[in-house]
C-alpha cells in the first residue's frame, strides 16, 4: 500500500501563491527548488505527514504552463511514495491504464518520479515518488 507523499497545484505565480499558503500550512516550506525535467519552480509545504507542492511554470508550452491555460490554478496531481517508480508504472501499464512516463525520471527534492496518464485513475493525474 502507497502512502500519499504530496498534493501538487499548480499555479501562475510562486512569490503570489507562497503568501496565501504561508497561513494556513504554518509556514513550513522548503526552498524554491528549479526541476528542469519537469520545466518548474517548486516549494513544498510539510502539512501533518504529507506535502503541498507548488508549482510554477518556467517555460511557456511547458506541462504545468498549459494546465494553468486551460484550467487556471488548482489541483494538478497526486502523488504517491512507492518502493519503485519503474514497478509502478507497469503495474499501471500491466492492467490498461495510460502512462505519461514509462520510466523514471529525475524529480524535485533529489528524487525519482514518474507520471500515470489521467486516464489510468479516473481523471486524475497520477505521480508516483521513490526516494527517502
Do not use: C, Y
Not at 81 to 103: I, M, N, W, Y
Amino acid at each position: 500500500m502507497s502512502e500519499l507523499d504530496h498534493v501538487g497545484i499548480a499555479v501562475p505565480n510562486l512569490t503570489e501563491a507562497l503568501a496565501l499558503w504561508r497561513p494556513i500550512t504554518g509556514g513550513t516550506e522548503s526552498a524554491p527548488e528549479d526541476v528542469p525535467s519537469n520545466r518548474v519552480r517548486v516549494v513544498f509545504f510539510t502539512v501533518g505527514g504529507t506535502h503541498i507542492e507548488l508549482l510554477e511554470p518556467t517555460e511557456p508550452g511547458s506541462p504545468i504552463a498549459r494546465f494553468l491555460e486551460s484550467r487556471g490554478a488548482g489541483v494538478h496531481h497526486l502523488a504517491f511514495h512507492v518502493p519503485s517508480v519503474d514497478r509502478a508504472l507497469q503495474e499501471v501499464a500491466e492492467r490498461g491504464g495510460k502512462l505519461v512516463d514509462r520510466v523514471a525520471r529525475p524529480g524535485a527534492r533529489g528524487r525519482r518520479v514518474g507520471f500515470a496518464h489521467p486516464t489510468a485513475f479516473g481523471g486524475i493525474l497520477v505521480e508516483f515518488v521513490e526516494g527517502p
